[in-house]
């Protein structure tokens, strides 16, 4: 496996998909990128949200996608910033949006719609891809894309089922 670690979680409602979000948020470390992608209403902001919290958002902060400024920057234990590509015209754009200096500002960023920009994604970023099986259930796979982006799948692995179990 090494660096290019896996790990598959069904989720069962939205209440999960936010709660896997927001172990992910705990798990934050400078640097961190997270590409979400799957198809409109898969989860990907939903999950974004758990991933705010996580980290300790402020109770008065709302996390929705990013509509007029394309970047919603979130303080907590963490700077998060939370971008849609969907909005964006491509890589050029999230250039010009300054992704590179988010990506070194000690913080950590989150992209929806990730595909459309992967060239502009920092090598080591955790992949998770969402897709819809029903109307309530989703499945997440996560991957690991170098050693950072590893050690949250791994404590994910540790603490995926007593996670999903408490909901
Ligand atoms: N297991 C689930 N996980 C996440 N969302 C779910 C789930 N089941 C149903 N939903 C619904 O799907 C929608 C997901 O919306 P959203 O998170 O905005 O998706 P995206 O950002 O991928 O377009 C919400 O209306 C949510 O209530
Ligand atoms: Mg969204």
Request: aromatic letters at 6%; charged letters at 20%; glycine letters at 10%.
């Amino acid at each position: 496996m090494g660096e290019h670690a896996e790990l598959t979680l069904t989720s069962t409602g939205p209440k999960h998909t936010e709660a896997i979000g927001r172990f992910v948020g705990e798990s934050l470390s400078p640097g961190c990128a997270l590409a979400l992608i799957g198809t409109l209403g898969a989860g990907k902001t939903m999950f974004a949200r758990g991933v705010a919290f996580g980290n300790r958002i402020p109770a008065d902060c709302t996390v929705s996608s990013p509509t007029f400024a394309l970047v919603n920057e979130y303080p907590g234990t963490l700077t998060l910033f939370h971008l849609d590509a969907y909005r964006l015209s491509g890589g050029l754009e999230l250039d010009a949006l300054g992704f590179d200096e988010m990506c070194e500002s000690g913080g950590a960023v989150m992209v929806e719609w990730a595909d459309r920009v992967e060239e502009c994604i920092p090598n080591d970023h955790l992949r998770i891809d969402f897709e819809v099986l029903a109307e309530d259930t989703r499945t997440l796979r996560f991957t690991a894309m170098g050693p950072q982006s590893s050690q949250i799948v791994k404590k994910l692995e540790q603490t995926a089922q007593s996670l999903l179990e408490s909901i």
